[in-house]
């Protein structure tokens, strides 16, 4: 073999070598506009407004994209309405509900008045007003309880102190005490993963290697197998077992990600866990958050137990790829960490710990695959300002739930926003939707509505309309504004 030739087999060689060793991940860029507060968790609003909680504070701020190109990098702060003056939680249930209200739950810090509080608001964004909600009969405390909507649209609480279960009634801000028969172990430390059947995955913290699914049809929690991997962390010096996010791919699988180095995968259509890879660094993720990417990937920081450095990771679904620090991410423990999809694609990361801001957008390396766009079954080709209208169509809610923590968080995004932008001036609205049909995942050929509402002050003229799920966006249809 001459010279020539083997310098080519061995440029060969290691083009291959390095095409397979380096993963594609995403990048970090941090918003033009950073808060002037120091921030917690983040919700996403039906009408793409980010809704940020202030740290330890009755204060909420929203994040408004722009109608540009520059979309939530540009974006800008406004104060909003505060929760009663006694109510400034750290570590609380939420959900954005079918109707478009947010609904925040417990503490378990409330430097207000006192830790573990039993106190909740509901938040209305056409009105920009909160009204107190009054604790479920007999709870004493909520604190950091796990919750999550179901399929049908209603807001479950599990408390943390015991197997109670209660399901809200948004029109009369009332709770009724659901059947938890079977549950193994209380809720404590332990977040719920909503599966494609309708049914509510979790991982115990307190009983091994054990995961469970409850049938909100039966009220019956059963056996879901070994985790094989142990995920949650032992505790040991009066430490709870803590426990990490559960987030689910397009593919049907839930990804559970440890408090120790471990993950596990379970897939939801055979209802089989199988072992993950172990965290290359030996860091894992206790109380902390994760969040789906619209490649499918899985977006989530780890680190040494309740201690910095954090470090990136993208799991694929078969490795745990390595991803870049954002500017103050080698300083922090994951579970300072918040990330909520946004309907751009993009993840927004914001920081929890009192003292550190910096806000900042992930965006994927690649995008998704066609089989998970939303797609429309009817829709109205012309439309007029100030007025309210319907949509139909398959996988509005999307394939994930969006993001997990666990139980001190919640900021599920599986509901279908709307985009309509003008063709001449290429400005983006995003419109209000409400009233959703189902709040499953996953929905397949079943077809599902939402409502969307069209501002007064929109531009008129041909546009083209989007729903959007989790940032993955339907193909465009034609609509006149009048």
């Known amino acids: ?165 209660v399901l809200f009634d948004p029109s009369t801000l009332t709770w009724t005490s659901v059947a938890a028969t079977g549950k193994s172990d209380i809720f404590s430390e332990e977040g719920l993963a909503l599966l494609p059947n309708g049914t509510v995955l979790t991982v115990d913290t307190e009983t091994g290697t054990n995961s469970e699914t409850y049938n ?87 680190s040494p137990f309740f201690a910095g450095p954090t470090q990136f990771y993208e799991f694929d679904g078969t490795n745990l790829n390595a991803a870049p620090a954002t500017a103050s991410s080698t300083s922090l423990p994951s579970y300072n960490i918040r990330l909520l999809p946004l309907p751009t694609g993009q993840v927004l990361y914001t920081v929890a710990d009192g003292g550190t801001i910096d806000v900042e957008l992930y965006t994927p390396a690649t995008g998704p695959q066609n089989a998970w766009r939303p797609t429309f079954v009817s829709y109205p080709s012309t439309v007029t300002r100030g007025m309210s209208y319907k949509l139909k169509g398959r996988q509005f809610n999307g394939l994930s739930a969006g993001a997990a923590y666990g139980d001190d968080v919640q900021d599920a995004t599986n509901y279908p926003l709307l985009q309509i932008k003008n063709n001449a001036t290429g400005h983006i609205f995003w419109v209000r939707t409400h009233d959703h049909s189902s709040m499953g995942i996953a929905t397949g050929n079943t077809v599902v509505s939402t409502t969307f509402d069209v501002p007064a002050t929109i531009e008129t003229g041909a546009s083209t309309i989007h729903v959007v799920a989790n940032g993955i966006f339907s193909v465009g249809k034609t609509i006149t504004i009048n």
Request: with cysteine; hydrophobic share 40%; charged share 10%.
């Open 216 to 302: 909100p049809g039966t009220g019956v929690w059963s056996s879901a197998g070994s985790t094989i991997n142990v995920l949650p962390n032992d505790g040991g010096m009066g430490i709870v077992p803590e426990m990490g996010p559960l987030v689910q791919r397009p593919d049907g699988s839930v990804v559970a990600f440890g408090a120790t180095q471990h993950m596990s995968v379970y897939d939801s259509s055979t209802g089989t866990w199988t072992a993950g890879p172990d965290n290359p660094s030996g860091y894992f993720v206790a109380d902390g958050p994760a969040s789906i990417l619209t490649n499918g990937n899985v977006l989530a920081p780890t």
């Open 1 to 165: 073999m001459n010279s020539r030739i083997r310098k080519m087999l061995a440029i060969g060689v290691l083009a291959a070598a390095s095409t397979a060793a380096v993963a594609q991940v995403g990048s970090w860029i941090p918003l033009t506009n950073q808060p002037t507060f120091q921030t917690d968790t983040a919700l996403l609003l039906t009408d793409a407004r980010v809704m940020v909680h202030e740290y330890q504070t009755a204060n909420w701020w929203v994040l408004t994209p722009t109608k540009n190109a520059g979309g939530y990098k540009l974006a800008k702060w406004s104060k909003i309405a505060s929760m009663p003056s006694n109510y400034c939680p750290l570590y609380f249930a939420a959900a954005v509900l079918p109707d478009g209200r947010v609904l925040i739950e417990g503490g378990e810090y409330n430097p207000c008045a006192g830790g573990e509080t039993p106190l909740g608001a509901i938040y209305d964004p056409t009105t920009n007003t909160w009204t107190n909600v009054n604790p479920p009969s007999g709870w004493t405390q909520i604190g950091d309880s796990p919750a999550i909507v179901l399929p049908n649209g209603t807001f479950m609480l599990c408390d943390a102190f015991s197997t109670n279960q």
